[in-house]
């Protein structure tokens, strides 16, 4: 994830929730993307501190640190080396045609060359570690589809190099949208106060924006005819609460819509509650984080450098004998 913006309710049933559920069936590496961070202007000042609140986060949403490994990317210098690489096999069309590219470019007056590269340096994040499965929401499909194209570009030229990776989407919470706006994906830079939820966001301020989320002008729930903003709460409550289609069927069917709301409220209050009584014990206990970081780092240095060793001497770059 990217240490931009507050991490809301998206990001966290999108991603973190899985990413917490899976870390004990793999050998797990959680990466805080600061590098893709600077492909639009952020301040430095603020970008430190939400390196740290970041990695406080995973802490706090349950990813253990004996279990698995929270750390930078720029801390591993071979992310820069092997995304060069992965740049010189890639079609500048293929990056071209990415729809978050597109997006973020008409947000800006000048598009920089780090927004273009955004996907290549996230493809060198996953292929540096040969990783088998990238547990991410919807939105980043596209990007692991053209991981998988720059991988095979490599393999086909330089010979059998790397592992393809594959996609792991949740099975509810892939893609919850904004509140304000429920036709538009929930995310870090929309502005508005009612679009999103942020993960530290207090009680009364979750139970103002769900309340005030837009719906639609009938009476109550209809699950043959759910509007994008009632399936939207009713994801958010689903991903939350773990329930099952039947489940919700049962308990929601005919509901109006301000009980809607309020169950839903409740529900995000009572699962963020918990998280943000850990990362503010997490943020009090000094040196903590950056021990985490520092130990990630050092622990997956190995592994990266290695493939970029494997790298280089695949395409004839200079490896001392
Ligand atoms: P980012 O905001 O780009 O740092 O995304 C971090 C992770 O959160 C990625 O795995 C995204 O796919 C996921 N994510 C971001 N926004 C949403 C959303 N609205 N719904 C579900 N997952 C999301």
Same mark, same amino acid.
């Given at each position: ?40 202007? /952020?301040? @430095?000042?603020?970008?430190? *501190?939400? %390196?740290?609140?970041?990695? #406080?986060?995973?802490?706090?949403? !349950?990813? &253990? ?51 273009? /590269?955004? @996907?290549?340096?996230?493809? *060198?994040? %996953?292929?540096?570690?040969? #990783?088998?499965?990238?547990?991410? !929401?919807? &939105? ?66 979750i139970r103002?924006?769900i309340m005030?989320a ?6 109550g729930v ?8 009632v399936?939207?709460l009713l994801?958010i409550f689903q991903?939350f609460s773990?329930w099952?289609?039947?489940q919700m069927?049962?308990h929601f069917?005919?509901m109006r819509y301000g009980e809607l709301k309020k169950q839903v409220a409740d529900m995000v209050i009572a699962n ?50």
């Amino acid at each position: 994830m990217q240490p931009s913006g507050n991490l809301h309710i998206g990001n966290y049933l999108g991603a973190l929730k899985n990413w917490v559920r899976i870390q004990s069936d793999y050998e797990a590496i959680f990466c805080i993307v600061d590098m893709h961070a600077v492909t639009v202007y /952020q301040n @430095p000042d603020e970008l430190r *501190a939400k %390196i740290r609140e970041l990695a #406080a986060l995973y802490l706090a949403a !349950g990813i &253990d640190p004996k279990q698995s490994t929270i750390m930078v990317q720029s801390a591993v210098p071979a992310h820069a080396e092997l995304c060069w690489m992965l740049t010189c096999v890639t079609p500048v069309g293929w990056l071209q045609r990415m729809t978050q590219f597109k997006a973020k470019a008409a947000e800006q007056e000048t598009v920089g060359d780090g927004l273009l /590269q955004y @996907p290549v340096l996230m493809a *060198a994040d %996953i292929l540096l570690y040969q #990783a088998a499965i990238v547990p991410v !929401g919807e &939105d980043q499909t596209q990007h692991l589809e053209l991981t998988r194209d720059i991988a095979q570009r490599f393999n086909s030229l330089y010979g059998e190099t790397f592992v393809m990776p594959e996609t792991s989407l949740p099975s509810v919470g892939a893609r919850i949208m904004g509140l304000d706006d429920p036709t538009k994906k929930m995310s870090k830079s929309a502005p508005g106060s009612g679009h999103a939820v942020a993960l530290l966001d207090p009680p009364a301020t979750i139970r103002k924006k769900i309340m005030r989320a837009t719906t639609d002008s009938a009476p109550g729930v209809d699950f043959d005819v759910l509007s994008p903003g009632v399936a939207n709460l009713l994801g958010i409550f689903q991903a939350f609460s773990g329930w099952d289609d039947a489940q919700m069927r049962a308990h929601f069917s005919g509901m109006r819509y301000g009980e809607l709301k309020k169950q839903v409220a409740d529900m995000v209050i009572a699962n963020l509650e918990p998280l943000q009584k850990r990362y503010n014990e997490i943020v009090s206990e000094k040196g903590y984080v950056d021990a985490v970081l520092r130990e990630g780092a050092e622990r997956v240095t190995p592994i990266a450098n290695a493939t970029v060793e494997l790298v280089k001497r695949r395409m004839g770059l200079y490896t001392p004998c």
